[in-house]
């Protein structure tokens, strides 16, 4: 399989990263997001964060952008990355789309950090031809990608994800399709229990997080973490995690979903754990 076109649907952090990543890979990307403004302001941080890796001697931010073109719709692609929000409803939205509009031979990836792929697949006709590659924040930087297989993802599907992924710079880490896969089981239990014991006096944020850093040798710690992925997020993939294996370990922390209800959501809103200006 080749994927010289790549469409990238949802033109926030994680999908302005992934079409950054894979402009400078040499391919051609297609960036959509149906909210107003998103795309500019998606292409506003990739110039950004093209610029300080230029000064490092990265490659020219204009040559890399030059290989991203905003679309109305769902253009043309080898394949598409979907990067919207933690929803399974508007997930499967944009998959059906996809299957209509993009042609038989493409592959429809899924940079869902919790969602059963298998889910995803079985909406689409194609569903041997679904899978999962999640990347981290911030996605040029870190180098992981999780690859997984939905049940009825074929080899040909995976082995070409996985040598695309590595095309990419990153390193692939093969997972199996459970929810929240490998990173987002671990974590999210991390991040919870952090929010637990900020919420029974434990100790405070910096504490807690200063504990993780020098204790663990984190080189972040669970809150400051929680608000650099969205603590909306977060709660949205805990409640995938809780209501997939049925254990209440993986509920939401009651202060989770009170600074969220109160539009605490981290980096993003300016306000989370921390405050940022």
């Known amino acids: 399989m080749s994927f010289a076109r790549v469409l990238v649907v949802g033109a926030g952090q994680m999908g302005a990263g992934i079409a950054q990543v894979v402009a400078a890979s040499g391919r051609e990307v297609s960036l959509h997001d149906s909210q107003p403004g998103a795309v500019e302001r998606g292409l506003d941080g990739i110039r950004r964060s093209l610029e300080r890796l230029h000064e490092k001697g990265g490659p020219e931010p204009g040559e890399v952008l030059g290989r991203v073109t905003p679309v109305d719709g769902l253009a043309e692609a080898d394949l598409l990355i979907e990067a919207i929000v933690e929803d399974v409803d508007a997930k499967r939205a944009v998959f059906r789309a996809a299957d209509e509009a993009l042609p038989a031979h493409a592959v429809l990836a899924s940079n869902t950090s919790s969602i059963p792929i298998t889910e995803l697949a079985a909406a689409t006709a194609r569903p041997?031809?679904?899978?999962?590659?999640?990347?981290?924040?911030?996605?040029?930087?870190?180098?992981?990608?999780?690859?997984?297989?939905?049940?009825?993802?074929?080899?040909?599907?995976?082995?070409?994800?996985?040598?695309?992924?590595?095309?990419?710079?990153?390193?692939?880490?093969?997972?199996?399709?459970?929810?929240?896969?490998?990173?987002?089981?671990?974590?999210?239990?991390?991040?919870?229990?952090?929010?637990?014991?900020?919420?029974?006096?434990?100790?405070?944020?910096?504490?807690?997080?200063?504990?993780?850093?020098?204790?663990?040798?984190?080189?972040?710690?669970?809150?400051?973490?929680?608000?650099?992925?969205?603590?909306?997020?977060?709660?949205?993939?805990?409640?995938?995690?809780?209501?997939?294996?049925?254990?209440?370990?993986?509920?939401?922390?009651?202060?989770?979903?009170?600074?969220?209800?109160?539009?605490?959501?981290?980096?993003?809103?300016?306000?989370g754990f921390y405050e940022y200006a």
Request: net charge negative.
């Open 128 to 271: 041997g031809q679904v899978i999962g590659m999640h990347f981290f924040n911030p996605v040029p930087m870190l180098p992981l990608v999780e690859v997984i297989r939905a049940e009825q993802t074929t080899d040909e599907t995976a082995e070409a994800i996985v040598a695309l992924a590595r095309d990419l710079g990153k390193t692939p880490a093969e997972a199996n399709d459970f929810p929240g896969f490998v990173s987002n089981r671990i974590l999210m239990p991390f991040v919870n229990e952090a929010a637990y014991a900020l919420m029974e006096g434990v100790a405070e944020a910096e504490a807690i997080d200063t504990v993780a850093k020098l204790g663990f040798a984190h080189p972040m710690g669970p809150l400051a973490l929680a608000d650099l992925i969205g603590l909306d997020t977060c709660v949205a993939i805990m409640e995938v995690l809780h209501e997939g294996l049925g254990d209440p370990k993986y509920a939401p922390c009651p202060l989770l979903r009170r600074y969220v209800a109160a539009g605490r959501l981290g980096r993003k809103s300016g306000r």
